[in-house]
C-alpha cells in the first residue's frame, strides 16, 4: 500500500510539474517562437495644385477639393503644358526613388486635391488620358482606364490611403494612370536603406 501511495504521489508530482512547464511556455514563449512586430510603413504622398473652380466646372463639383494656399493650376493649363511635354512638377509622388528593406509595407496617401492612381507598371510611360501623356503611348497595365480593375484597385481619392505590401527584391516602378509623370521607384533589398528623393 505504501508503495501504492507513493507511485501515485509521484505521477501527481509530474503532473503538476508538466502543467506548470505548459503553463510557463505560454506565460513566458521561448526566443525562437517569439512573435515579431510587423515593419513600421514608409509613406508616399500625392500632390497636387488642381484649382477647384475650372476642375468642379468641367468635371463635377467637389471633384477637386485642393485646400492648399497659393497658385492653383488651371484644368486648362494642366492639358496646356502636359502637350508642350513640360507637365506640371506640382503633380507629384513624394518621394520619387524610396529604397526600403523588403517585408516593408508602403502607405501611399492622396494629399492633393483631386483623385490619383499609384499603379505598379513594368515600365514609366502614359497613362490613359492621351492628352496628359505628353507625347508618351498609353503602357498596358494603364489600359482602358478604371475599367481595368487593375487600375481601379489602385485608385486614391483626396484624402485616402493605399496599402502596398508585400514587394519582391527588386525595382518597382509605380506611376499615375491619370497623370503619368507622378511616378516613384522603389527599390526592394534584404537589407533596410531607408528612404531617398
Known amino acids: 500500500m505504501n508503495m501504492f501511495n507513493s507511485q501515485k504521489s509521484a505521477q501527481s508530482k509530474w503532473t503538476w510539474y508538466a502543467i506548470g512547464l505548459v503553463a510557463a511556455l505560454l506565460a513566458c514563449p521561448g526566443r525562437g517562437s ?3 512586430a510587423p515593419p513600421t510603413p514608409v509613406q508616399i ?3 497636387d495644385e488642381c484649382d477647384p473652380t ?3 466646372a468641367a468635371l463635377g463639383s467637389d471633384f477637386c477639393k485642393n485646400v492648399s494656399i497659393g497658385a492653383f493650376t488651371t484644368l486648362t493649363d494642366l492639358f496646356a ?5 513640360q507637365p506640371d512638377p506640382n503633380w507629384d509622388f513624394e518621394p520619387d526613388v524610396l529604397k526600403i528593406k523588403k517585408g516593408t509595407p508602403i502607405l501611399v496617401t492622396d494629399q492633393g486635391g483631386e483623385p490619383h ?5 513594368k515600365q514609366f510611360g502614359g497613362g490613359f488620358i492621351p492628352g496628359l501623356n505628353s507625347g508618351e503611348p498609353t503602357v498596358t497595365e494603364c489600359s482602358d482606364g478604371f ?12 484624402g485616402s490611403s493605399l496599402l502596398v505590401a508585400n514587394l519582391a527584391k527588386g525595382d518597382h516602378y509605380f506611376q499615375c494612370c491619370i497623370h503619368p509623370w507622378m511616378r516613384v521607384k522603389v527599390e526592394v533589398s534584404e537589407h533596410d536603406h ?3 528623393k
Not at 147 to 158: D, F, I
Open 45 to 47: 504622398v500625392a500632390l
Open 147 to 158: 475599367k481595368n480593375l487593375a487600375v481601379a484597385r489602385t485608385r486614391l481619392l483626396q
Open 54 to 56: 475650372t476642375f468642379n
Open 117 to 121: 492612381t499609384f499603379t505598379e507598371v
Open 34 to 36: 517569439a512573435q515579431t
Open 81 to 85: 503644358k502636359a502637350a508642350q511635354g
Open 194 to 196: 531607408g528612404a531617398e
